[in-house]
């Protein structure tokens, strides 16, 4: 924190003492980690200063990362959203917005940087959202009709956005470095896939790496049927095959109903890698029509699975014995990535699709064989140089 500018050298202090405090007890509240009723207050009055702001303590880190990056040739800036819940038992906390229930807190939306092997590099970027007005509580069918009219400026996924064109900065600045932006499947936004990539007069460009959410439409001038993603690169040949070994998973509580957080036993299964590049059909949006995009599309599709490591028979959801190749496409995940890759990524780990932490994925077109961890049916991607 030698670096941090508050506008006040004693506020620049405080903030070092504070972060040396916090930071050697992060399992105590303020006042526990102060030591003292003195520097719990001056602690209190810090954090009420309007001169401390959120993007003036992040400087610093964000710089010294920056600096860290230059050293590699290729960086992941892997972006997501996290809650911090800021709950009292007995009384609201002043200041906090809405969460998507009764709770109280703040969203917290992060860029993080991490080398090919999964180390850390620190934090590239980071914006807070507090939903002070709250959550509007409107039916699925009226709020799906107000976000389609609305610009993306005025919408919470604005954030995601914001981070690319942040990783497209990243990017300018580190001439020897090649960034690639990794994205779960919240970022599949329209604006985001036909968003330059090239900052101003600028030769360096952003790569980027989203799982797809949407089977979106693809441009088919002159057909009179439409066609989409999915479809068109599970048509595709299977580049190749590759086995995973799926953990087991708990439920944190016994009435989930999201897949993504069921109970899971162990088991294996081989998945089909596929790979096409498409041009997909621009959405309607009330501000003006918008240019189409075109990109390259890896998609994997469960093919068999094995008997659980544990116990006897076959998982009820794998299907194994289905003839139906359809039906194990269905259940395929779909990567989304620029067209034009200059720099192909030799050895690189990013999170797949369906939640599959992080596969080894190789320009090779061999089977590749990993261990996944309990996030998910992982579904592999070949970064390779498109032809």
């Known amino acids: 924190m030698a670096s941090v500018d508050l506008g006040d050298e004693r506020l620049d202090q405080r903030s070092a003492m504070l972060l040396s405090s916090l930071g050697n007890r992060p399992n105590l509240s303020i006042p526990s980690a102060c030591g003292g009723r003195a520097e719990m207050v001056a602690a209190y009055r810090f954090f009420d200063n309007d001169n401390v702001r959120f993007d003036k303590l992040l400087a610093p880190h964000v710089q010294r990362t920056l600096q860290r990056l230059a050293e590699h ?28 229930d009764s709770r109280q807190g703040v969203l917290l939306h992060v860029l993080h940087a991490y080398t090919p092997d999964g180390t850390p590099q620190g934090t590239a970027a980071a914006q807070y959202l507090n939903r002070t007005d709250g959550v509007c509580d409107a039916p699925k069918a009226h709020k799906e009709r107000s976000r389609k009219r609305k610009p993306i400026e005025q919408k919470e996924s604005m954030r995601w956005l914001a981070d690319l064109r942040q990783a497209r900065e990243i990017a300018g600045k580190l001439p020897q470095t090649q960034c690639i932006y990794v994205a779960d499947s919240e970022a599949d936004i329209y604006e985001l896939l036909c968003e330059p990539r090239k900052l101003g007069e600028s030769d360096k460009e952003i790569d980027w790496l989203i799982r797809a959410c ?71 949006r009330q501000e003006g029509k918008l240019p189409q995009a075109s990109l390259q599309c890896c998609a994997g599709a469960r093919v068999q699975s094995a008997c659980r490591r544990r116990g006897c028979g ?62 998910g049916v992982a579904n592999a991607v070949c970064l390779s140089q498109c032809p």
């Open 73 to 100: 040739p290729v960086a992941l800036l892997v972006n997501d959203t996290t809650e911090i819940e800021l709950m009292r038992p007995q009384q609201p906390v002043e200041g906090a917005g809405q969460l998507n």
């Open 314 to 375: 076959m998982d009820p959801g794998d299907h194994a014995a289905d003839p139906d190749a359809g039906a194990g496409a269905a259940r395929g995940g779909v990567l989304l990535r620029p067209l034009e890759h200059r720099n192909p990524v030799q050895d690189v780990e990013v999170g797949m699709p369906h939640r599959a932490a992080a596969v080894r994925a190789c320009r090779s077109n061999h089977p590749l064989h990993g261990v996944v961890s309990d996030r």
């Open 214 to 284: 949407q089977n979106r439409a693809l441009a088919c001038e002159g057909e009179s049927e439409h066609r989409y993603l999915r479809e068109q690169v599970l048509a595709s040949p299977p580049l190749y095959e590759m086995e995973l070994l799926i953990r087991a998973r708990q439920a944190k509580t016994q009435v989930e109903e999201r897949a993504r957080r069921k109970k899971r036993d162990s088991r294996s299964a081989r998945v089909e890698v596929r790979a096409a590049t498409v041009t997909l059909r621009p959405p309607w």
